[in-house]
């Protein structure tokens, strides 16, 4: 089956702990996405990645790193540095072409830092 | 600066009934716009599109309308079905802004039985 996976699916983290959030797809997709989901809010970028070794920052970067080395995999390190990392964590994947708008998302990570 | 915006964060309505969803954006340079579905704990599914020089496309019990004078669309699901309880966000694409999509807040449903 097609499709992408986020692990685990609740993370409990201590403050001041760095954490990282895996997402693999085997869609094989060019790019993949993270977002992040607060409680009464919508969607909004953190990265994005059009191809392999290849990042960009998206509406809130900060305290958040990540990084491409496999096509299939697009792993979000939540640091010490973010200030509210409490939220529900998507990763997201696309192809890249004209006409070709539409992301499919994973079941999503639950982060809790106390 | 919040570029697409869904005024109403929630909507109950009847089994049966037509549920309409709003959605507001400001940027006239988006290309698509898409709904999604979403469930508590799970990631959106993606609902229905339509593209900025189309008014209207229609899948089964979803339209989605398109106004772009009015910078406003809206999704009509009619008729409405408890399963369609969840939470539905409106989402704009514009390739030439690296392939990114701009959501909205979200709008809660609750179909009552």
């Known amino acids: 089956d097609g499709g992408i996976t986020q692990s685990p699916k609740y993370l409990f983290r201590k403050e001041g702990q760095n954490v990282t959030l895996s997402c693999e797809q085997n869609l094989n997709h060019d790019a993949m996405y993270w977002y992040r989901q607060d409680p009464g809010q919508g969607l909004r970028l953190i990265y994005y990645s059009q191809i392999v070794n290849d990042f960009q920052k998206g509406d809130i970067a900060e305290g958040y790193s990540v990084s491409r080395e496999k096509k299939e995999s697009f792993p979000l390190t939540v640091t010490s540095a973010q200030k509210n990392p409490t939220a529900f964590y998507l990763c997201?994947?696309?192809?890249?072409?004209?006409?070709?708008?539409?992301?499919?998302f994973g079941p999503g990570t639950r982060l809790t830092v106390t | 600066d919040q570029q697409v915006k869904q005024n109403s964060p929630s909507l109950s309505v009847q089994e049966g009934r037509i549920s309409i969803l709003n959605c507001d954006y400001t940027?006239?340079?988006?290309?698509?716009f898409l709904w999604y579905k979403k469930y508590p704990a799970e990631g959106p599914t993606f609902l229905i599109s339509?593209?900025?020089?189309?008014d209207k496309n229609e899948d089964g019990r979803f339209t989605v309308f398109l106004n772009k004078s009015a910078k406003h669309l809206s999704l009509h699901i009619v008729p409405s079905q408890p399963g369609d309880s969840a939470v539905y966000f409106c989402a704009a694409f514009r390739g030439a802004a690296g392939n990114k999509l701009t959501f909205g807040g979200g709008t809660r449903v609750l179909v009552k039985p």
């Open positions: 940027n006239s340079m988006f290309d698509y």
């Open positions: 339509i593209s900025s020089i189309k």
């Open positions: 997201a994947s696309s192809i890249l072409g004209t006409g070709s708008y539409e992301q499919y």
